[in-house]
């Protein structure tokens, strides 16, 4: 079993920054991929930013040159630096891990932080 626990979120102005961190626990041996995720009110969960656990990473259009993900494998936590933050950013995010085992991978979820960022 895998568990994530972020931390980081809270209330900004636009233009702030905000730094968003997610420790893994558990049998992090098996963690392949990990990642962000963000849902807006009304919205679908979508993807922000991955990273790979060589340190490959990708973002979403609409935060590249903004978000910076990173990932630490000997500490098992994965970050992501938020600068220049938009209203639009607002949302509650999600770490994410894909957890690799014999029968195939799946996805496991953090509980989600809340980040607002006022105009």
């Known amino acids: 079993q895998v568990q994530l626990v972020e931390s980081g979120g809270g209330l900004v102005q636009a233009g702030g920054f905000l730094r968003l961190s997610c420790a893994a626990s558990?049998?992090?041996?098996?963690?392949?991929?990990m990642g962000w995720y963000r849902q807006a009110p009304g919205k679908q969960r979508e993807m922000v930013a991955l990273?790979?656990?060589?340190?490959?990473?990708n973002y979403a259009d609409s935060v590249k040159g903004r978000f910076t993900i990173s990932r630490d494998n000997a500490k098992n936590t994965v970050s992501l630096q938020m600068n220049s933050l938009k209203p639009e950013d607002t949302a509650v995010y999600y770490c994410n891990a894909v957890v690799v085992s014999w029968s195939g991978s799946r996805d496991v979820w953090g509980q989600g932080t809340q980040v607002t960022v006022s105009s």
């Open positions: 558990g049998r992090t041996s098996s963690i392949n991929d």
């Open positions: 990273i790979t656990s060589s340190g490959t990473s």
